[in-house]
């Protein structure tokens, strides 16, 4: 298919570069650069293979071969953990790291319990909405649930932590100088602009540098606790492995 000085290039190098259904005239120019891409590495190889010193070539080919071995051992290691390790992080688990390192556990910004319904101004059961906003017994959310087609955007997941942040980039009408009304716990606020009436609920408040709580951080804390057992794995992985070699006279020190 093509030649570089005493390197070649097959079909079955190439065979799998385009994929079926490609028009004729794609399949030739993805082929063709693919060969002029090829050709002009391999000739920077043979040039570098001519003109670098002995002791460089044998630099690189050490680098190459370490390189060799790190992906096998990688691979080798990733399909053992995978196979023994244990992925589950109880809440147990999770409870006993965060009471250990709740001063790792700092907010850097706010979170909010929060729900919010935003709507026409000029819808014709407003009241009987606001009413059951604001009220928002297990009835309440249920048939908001069931109206909420006639809002413009909502959220009723009051139960978990959000960013600050993000309620502010959801809701055009909180501005700097309003704010600050977000951050009241157990406070209702209701605001207007041009796209409608946006009706809030903050149900509980931290604030920068609170400890943040456990349902925020426990995927991070899986996340640690996982990778704490998989380097455990590891460490145990290299100890049985070397000791079952010199078990089974596969690994000898020669003195």
């Known amino acids: 298919m093509a030649r570089v000085n005493d390197t070649y290039l097959y079909y079955d190098d190439i065979k799998d570069l385009v994929s079926e259904g490609t028009p004729k005239e794609d399949s030739t120019l993805v082929v063709q650069n693919f060969i002029n891409r090829w050709a002009t590495q391999q000739l920077f190889v043979d040039g570098a293979l001519v003109n ?83 009220r928002y017994n297990s009835k309440d959310k249920k048939e908001l649930e069931a109206m909420s087609i006639q809002f413009k955007s909502y959220s009723l997941n ?46 509980d408040v931290l604030l920068r540098n609170d400890t943040a709580p456990l349902e925020y951080v426990k995927p991070t804390i899986n996340q640690i606790v996982i990778n704490k057992r998989k380097l455990e794995l590891i460490r145990e992985l290299e100890k049985d492995i070397t000791k079952d070699a010199i078990k089974n006279k596969q690994f000898e020190i020669y003195k």
Do not use: C
Not at 58 to 76: G, R
Not at 164 to 171: C, R
């Open 158 to 203: 009051d139960t978990i932590w959000i960013k600050a942040s993000q309620v502010v980039s959801k809701i055009p009408a909180i501005t700097p100088e309003n704010k600050n009304q977000l951050l009241k716990k157990s406070n209702f606020v209701q605001l207007k602009d041009s796209l409608g009436v946006y009706l809030m609920q903050i149900n």
């Open 52 to 134: 670098l010193s002995e002791a460089k070539q044998e630099e690189f080919n050490k680098l190459v071969n370490q390189y060799k071995n790190d992906l096998y051992t990688k691979a080798y290691i990733e399909a053992l953990v995978l196979r023994d390790m244990n992925t589950e992080v109880t809440k147990a688990e999770a409870q006993a790291y965060y009471n250990a390192n709740k001063d790792v556990f700092k907010l850097n910004e706010e979170l909010l319990k929060f729900r919010y319904i935003h709507l026409d101004p000029d819808i014709n059961n407003y009241k009987t909405i606001e009413d059951k906003f604001r």
